[in-house]
């Protein structure tokens, strides 16, 4: 009776560990973060405090907000989350009022840089932070979205590929993690985006895919128009090397009362 246990435990065992859900997979004794993003369409729904009231219990390490107001709007909405580091990027989205990439983090942000996408009008707010003795390269994003006319796209194209290049080039050397509004859905067999595919090029991928979300089937936009479903239209991500690190928790966040035209989307990522 004892060896029939012993082999019923080891066969349950192994039957487990070749099944894994990303939630089963979670080592405490590993180096985590749990990155979040969130278009917050210049605060025009909600307010600082709002926001951060609907965020707060969620408990994350690090938040990138895009379309974020400037001035002392981070560090409110923070406050209230209890991520009390700040870095505003310098440089509005497209030059427009209050569209502004911002980072706040529980633990301290320093070497800030604003990279810009070929010109001052789309950049990635750039900072540092470290978690025990690992450093974490964090980028706050808004990508342009071309549809006007070819000359548009070309435009939009040639911005993405000059960011993905100075992240190549610096692949071999951080630990990068790029979360906010990339206004492009990701790769399925029903949709082909070249600029997903240069990210993937240079060994970056969206959590979507780790954490096996059909993304088809979701949405990150059009969140205040419930009668949209908006299927397919998964436009904000975290981005991250899945080489080094593997998100084995995430989600978008679907709120009773939606405080922006986007979702917040989070992913929990954890060291290989």
């Known amino acids: 009776m004892r060896i029939l246990l012993l082999v019923l435990v080891a066969l349950l065992t192994f039957s487990c560990g070749n099944n894994p859900t990303p939630k089963q997979v979670e080592n405490e004794d590993a180096i985590q973060i749990k990155v979040a993003a969130y278009n917050v369409e210049y605060s025009k729904h909600a307010s600082a405090t709002e926001i951060g009231e609907a965020l707060k219990d969620y408990h994350f390490d690090v938040i990138c907000f895009s379309e974020a107001p400037g001035g002392d709007w981070t560090k ?16 509005s989205t497209a030059g427009h009022k209050d569209k502004y990439k911002t980072i706040a983090s529980r633990l301290p ?11 001052s009008l789309h950049t990635a707010t750039r900072a540092k932070m470290k978690i025990d003795d690992t450093e974490f390269v964090i980028y ?6 071309g549809w006007r006319d070819q000359a548009h796209i070309d435009e939009t194209t040639n911005k993405v590929r000059t960011f993905v290049n100075y992240l190549k080039e610096r692949q071999h050397r ?24 240069m990210f993937m090029e240079v060994g970056l991928d969206v959590s979507w895919k780790e954490l ?15 009668e949209d ?27 009773e009362k939606h405080l922006s035209d986007h979702k917040p989307v989070w992913a929990l990522l954890e060291l290989r």
Do not use: W
């Open 212 to 226: 096996g979300m059909d993304c088809t089937k979701l949405n990150t936009y059009n969140a205040l128009k419930p």
């Open 109 to 119: 942000l320093y070497d800030y840089e604003e990279v810009l996408m070929a010109d």
């Open 174 to 197: 951080e630990l990068a993690v790029v979360a906010g509004d990339f206004n492009f859905v990701p790769i399925s067999d029903d949709s082909i985006s070249q600029y997903h595919k």
């Open 140 to 145: 706050s994003v808004h990508f342009p979205f």
């Open 229 to 255: 479903t908006g299927s397919g239209e998964v436009i904000d991500h975290v981005i991250y090397n899945p080489q080094r690190m593997k998100a084995i928790d995430g989600n978008i966040l679907e709120m």
């Open 76 to 91: 409110e909405v923070g406050s209230v989350m209890n991520l009390n580091h700040i870095m505003v990027g310098r440089y």
